[in-house]
Structure formats: structure tokens, C-alpha cells
């Protein structure tokens, strides 16, 4: 508004320093551009109502894109109603999103139910916009079937491609499925333009579709939800989609037998991407459960340790707890980490400090171990005390390592929502 107020006012100032004659020429030639624009939209006016009526005479009834509207709706209002917020990672995982540790370990129908997941009303009335007008016309122009088989091939393989080039990321919504329409209305522009009927888009008509298009395509790219490389990969596969399916469409509705080769290939392809995610692990179970572990086993030695204090038992006894007992538990804890297989590139040095936490943590026991074998106590002073204090200030830089690493492994298990 700013922008347009100071447009008039330059152009008032030009106006005013103008000459007489200059002023009369210009005045005329705003005229006769504002006369040829009617003109224009007079022409295109009936154009646009025979798309429009054509549409109709081939589709009478839409009624795809309004059930894939109202079912997002529904969903997004059982998700509000329910005890978590509907931006939750955990609601939004429990209601279908595309969770990279879920779907990687077998639940691979997320790559579909994700689309119907939204995060929020802006998230959710974006990709309103962005799919309600060519939606509408789409249907009518290529048909129902075609329709829903684009929208869930190009929203399936934006999502296993956002999973293929993020493998720990996680993602709900539909801008993947929705680029894939835009792939597919171009592509049936172009066959109609070849072979002009009066179902070709006017481009009057794409015009009124333009404002919508620009808010879904700005607040999707911006948002980053899917990922731009995974909504691009949504347009190229409707893209496709529309290559083969829409031929002919200028002369009658494209046969929808094609509609099950192509589903085919699709599949195909997504499974082709989505074999080497197949199978991750959870480390954060094993993480929590090395320092339960930890906590359990220093909580039987200080029970011991109260013991030996009040000469109840003996340095030995005290010390054989900790050779046979707790030094071994250890040892099957490091064990059970290097094991531990299909871990995340990104969690494998969480791993790997947990395993150097678990092997400074049996040091210190061992050498606590000596101390009491060797002075009848636990290690309190003299030169040994204060070797055994160092490796226990280590063990406490270990133990805080491993606690954030903790926190940054919750961290990455946020859902990303576009």
C-alpha cells in the first residue's frame, strides 16, 4: 500500500512539471491502454465462462478435492480436541506424521497418512488455498481417479524423498501432493494448448489462480517443512503424471486404465529409495538405560559402603562387590553399546560417548577397588586420593557429556512441520 501511494505521488509530480501538450498526450494514452484492457477482459470473459462450462458438461459434480479438504479439517479438529497440542511432536506423531524413527522401522504407511496431518489453522488453510481452486478444475478436467492417484504418488514420494535426503528429520502435511497437482495442471495445460478445445485454460482463468498459487509456494519454500527438494520431487512426479495420463485431455476425459501402471512404477521407485532407510535405532533407550544402570549400581555399592563404615564389612567383602559385581555389569553395558547396530550417522558419537563414559566409569571403580584392598578404606587422602578425585572429576565431565548428549538426541526427535 505504501509502494502504491508513493507511485501516485511520483506520478502526480511528473504530471504537474509536464507541458500542456505532454500532459494531453499522456492523458490520451492512459486512456486509449485502460480502453484496450476492457476491451481485452470483455474478450476473455466469455472464453473463461465456456471453460467453465465444459468443465462442467465433462465433471458435473467435484467431489474429491472437497473430501480431501474436509477430511484435513476433521482431522485437525480431532487433534485440537484432544489432551496434547495439535503442534506437539508426540500428537502429531500418534495421529499418522511421517516419524523418521517409526517409519524407518516398518510403519511406512506414515509416507501417506502425513499428508493429512497439519500442525496448525495456517498450516492447514495455506494448503487450502494452495489446493481448493485446481483441485476443482482438475478434477473436472482429467477426473476423479486421476486426481486422487496424483495427489497420493507425488505426496508419498515427497515424503520417502524428504525421509531419503533427511533421515532423521520428520514432516507433516501436504505441500509434497499439492505440488504434484501443480505438476499435473501444467502438464494438461500444454497437452490442451497443442490441441486447442474448450477445455484449454484460458489465461484469464490462470490468472485468478495465480494469487493462491503464490501464497501456497512462498509459505511452503519458506516454512521448509517437506523440504524443497522433496516438494520439487512432488512436482516432477505429477509432473510426469500428467505427461502420460492427460494426453488426449482436450478431447474427452484420459482413460483411467493408465492410472494403475503408473501407480505401479511409482511404488516401485519409492520402495527402490526407501530400501536403504529400512531399519535405525532408537539410541535414547539404551542411553537412558546405561545411566539407570549407573544410578542402580552406585546406589548398591553406597548401601555396601554404609556397611563397611559401621564395620558390618569387611575392605575385602567391599571390594569384591565391586570386582564381581559391579565392574562386570559394566562390562556387559559397553558390550551392549558396541553392539548396538543400525545407529544413526548422527546419534553414532552420542554412542560413542556413552561408551567412553561407561569405560572411565570402570576405571574408577577398579582403581577404588585397589585403594580398598590396599589401605582397608574407602579413598579419602594422600597422593592416591587425589589420583582417584581426578579420574573422578573425568567421570564427572563424562556423566555431563553424556547427559547432554541426551538432550540433544530429544532434540532431534522434534517433528518439522511445514
Not at 481452486?133 to 507425488?154: K, S, T
Not at 485454460?201 to 485468478?208: A, D, G
Not at 544413526?344 to 577398579?366: F, M, T
Not at 584392598?373 to 582417584?388: S, T, W
Request: hydrophobic residues 50%; charged residues 20%; glycine residues 6%.
Amino acid at each position: 500500500m505504501v509502494t502504491f501511494l508513493a507511485l501516485l505521488l511520483v506520478v502526480g509530480v511528473v504530471l504537474c512539471a509536464m507541458a500542456p501538450e505532454a500532459r494531453e498526450r499522456f492523458r490520451d494514452i492512459a486512456l486509449e491502454s485502460i480502453a484496450q484492457l476492457r476491451r481485452e477482459a470483455a474478450r476473455s470473459r466469455p472464453r473463461s465462462d465456456q471453460f467453465r462450462e465444459a468443465l462442467r458438461a465433462r465433471t458435473r459434480w467435484a467431489v474429491v478435492t472437497p473430501a480431501i479438504i474436509a477430511l484435513n479439517v476433521t482431522i485437525l479438529i480431532l487433534m485440537r480436541s484432544g489432551a496434547g497440542a495439535s503442534a506437539d511432536p508426540e500428537t502429531l506423531a500418534g495421529w499418522g506424521g511421517n516419524f523418521w524413527l517409526l517409519t524407518r522401522n516398518g510403519e511406512w504407511w506414515r509416507l501417506a497418512t502425513s499428508m493429512f496431518v497439519h500442525s496448525g489453522v495456517l498450516h492447514l488453510l495455506v494448503m487450502v488455498a494452495g489446493l481448493a481452486q485446481i483441485g476443482l478444475i482438475l478434477e473436472r478436467l482429467v477426473g476423479r481417479l486421476i486426481v486422487v492417484a496424483v495427489f497420493l504418488i507425488a505426496g508419498v514420494l515427497a515424503s520417502v524423498v524428504h525421509l531419503a535426503t533427511h533421515p532423521m528429520a520428520t514432516s507433516v502435511g501436504a505441500s509434497g501432493a499439492v505440488f504434484g497437482l501443480y505438476g499435473l495442471l501444467l502438464a494438461a495445460s500444454i497437452w490442451g494448448m497443442r490441441h486447442r478445445s474448450d477445455v484449454t485454460i484460458p489465461l484469464t482463468v490462470v490468472k485468478r489462480l495465480a494469487p493462491a498459487a503464490a501464497l501456497f509456494i512462498l509459505y511452503s519454500l519458506a516454512n521448509d517443512s517437506v523440504g524443497a527438494v522433496a516438494e520439487l520431487a512432488g512436482f516432477l512426479a505429477g509432473l510426469v503424471c500428467g505427461a502420460v495420463l492427460a494426453k488426449g485431455v482436450s478431447d474427452r476425459k484420459p482413460a483411467p486404465r493408465r492410472v494403475a501402471h503408473l501407480t505401479v512404477a511409482a511404488v516401485v521407485f519409492a520402495v527402490l529409495i526407501a530400501i536403504p532407510l529400512r531399519g535405525v535405532a532408537d539410541v535414547k533407550p539404551e542411553l537412558e538405560r546405561t545411566l539407570a544402570d549407573e544410578e542402580r549400581l552406585a546406589g548398591e555399592y553406597q548401601e555396601a559402603a554404609d556397611r563397611f563404615r559401621s564395620d558390618r564389612m569387611t575392605a575385602e567383602a567391599l571390594a569384591l562387590l565391586i570386582d564381581r559385581t559391579i565392574i562386570p555389569e559394566l562390562q556387559v553395558t559397553g558390550a551392549r553399546l558396541e553392539a548396538l547396530a543400525g545407529v544413526p550417522e548422527e546419534h553414532q558419537p552420542l554412542i560413542a560417548n556413552a561408551g567412553e563414559y561407561v569405560r572411565l566409569r570402570s576405571e574408577s571403580w577398579r582403581l577404588r577397588s585397589e585403594w580398598l584392598r590396599k589401605a582397608g578404606l574407602e579413598p579419602r587422602r594422600g597422593a592416591e586420593a587425589a589420583q582417584y578425585k581426578a579420574n573422578n572429576r573425568t567421570i564427572a565431565r563424562a556423566a555431563e557429556t553424556e547427559r547432554a548428549a541426551l538432550e540433544a538426541l530429544e532434540r532431534s526427535r522434534l517433528v518439522r512441520t511445514d
